[in-house]
């Protein structure tokens, strides 16, 4: 999968996730930081996330944005919903993705939510299971819409056409 340009996408939205004051401890008493968690897509499957880490607040949302939008992502969406049922995993983080008729809405919690909008999906029936660290959360989710495969793919893959897939249908009914 090549890198995708965020100049070359018309409108790219940003979703702050987390803000995190972090403290180093210094001979002179703490040095407050913070780092910021943000989420950016287009609405239209392109989706990326990145940390980042200033003195203020809004330098660190910046630095976070940027990160992103070098780090984005294509994922498969039909019809405002995911092709299939769909797991992701990372460190304790776990994520479980499931399809969602029409009308149904975003059914998603915390990060995991804020990573949907930005991506366009807007039906879907999500849980977060296991750690509630929003990194690990958001790398979860990232991971499980990254194994998200076609419809088209799949065939080609099978090698059926869209007419041998129809009929088979038609016969399993």
Excluded: C, W
Excluded at 28 to 34: M, N, T
Excluded at 59 to 65: F, L, N, P
Excluded at 132 to 155: C, H, I, M, Q, Y
């Amino acid at each position: 999968m090549g890198r995708i340009d965020p100049e070359s996408l018309n409108t790219i939205k940003d979703k702050v996730i987390y803000i995190n004051r972090v403290a180093k401890v210094v001979k002179g008493g703490r040095r407050f930081s913070f780092s910021a968690l943000v989420v950016v897509g287009d609405e239209d499957g392109h989706i990326g996330f990145g940390k980042g880490k200033a003195q203020e607040v809004p330098e660190a949302i910046r630095k976070a944005v940027e990160q992103a939008k070098r780090a984005l992502v294509k994922i498969p969406i039909k019809d405002g919903t995911i092709p299939h049922k769909i797991s992701g995993i990372y460190g304790a983080g776990k994520v479980v993705m499931l399809p969602a008729k029409p009308g149904t809405g975003l059914i998603a919690g915390g990060p995991m939510r804020a990573v949907m909008e930005v991506a366009g999906i807007r039906n879907i029936v999500a849980k977060s299971l296991g750690s509630r660290n929003p990194f690990n959360t958001v790398r979860a989710t990232l991971d499980g819409l990254l194994k998200l495969k076609d419809e088209g793919s799949v065939l080609r893959r099978s090698g059926k056409s869209e007419e041998e897939k129809k009929v088979s249908n038609h016969e399993n009914s």
